[in-house]
């Protein structure tokens, strides 16, 4: 049984930085195509902010507005993705979710098998 336990959230400051942790258990990262992190903000739909893909390679894919601040990343051996967050905005208040996928458009929520339980993010003005 696969599960995904993500951690890492917490209530800082705008301009700070979080690293966000997704620990996979019950099979190995690789033997996923890609693992992305969504978020979902109060009255919102959720939606996607970055994927690691390693099919033939690692690829990288992030929202436009995520870009140049966010960072996702794997350590294989810890069987663990991360999500370094830099230069908060209260903008990306939200719970974040990690996600794993066997196939189809990193970006598309329902494509994923399986997700985490979330963990909240809040960044003060």
């Known amino acids: 049984q696969v599960q995904l336990v993500e951690s890492g959230g917490g209530l800082v400051q705008a301009g700070d930085s979080l690293r966000l942790s997704c620990a996979a258990s019950?099979?190995?990262?690789?033997?996923?195509?890609?693992m992305g992190w969504f978020r979902q903000a109060p009255g919102k739909e959720r939606e996607f902010v970055a994927a690691?893909?390693?099919?033939?390679?690692?690829?990288?894919y992030y929202e436009e507005s995520v870009k140049g601040r966010f960072t996702i990343s794997r350590d294989n051996a810890k069987n663990t993705v991360y999500l370094q967050m830099n230069s908060l905005k209260p903008e990306d208040t939200a719970v974040y979710y990690c996600?794993?996928?066997?196939?189809?458009?990193?970006?598309?929520?329902?494509?994923?098998?399986?997700w985490g339980q979330g963990t909240q993010v809040t960044v003060s003005s």
């Open positions: 996600a794993a996928q066997y196939s189809g458009r990193y970006s598309y929520a329902p494509s994923y098998a399986y």
């Open positions: 019950g099979r190995p990262l690789g033997s996923f195509s890609t």
């Open positions: 690691i893909s390693w099919s033939g390679g690692s690829t990288y």
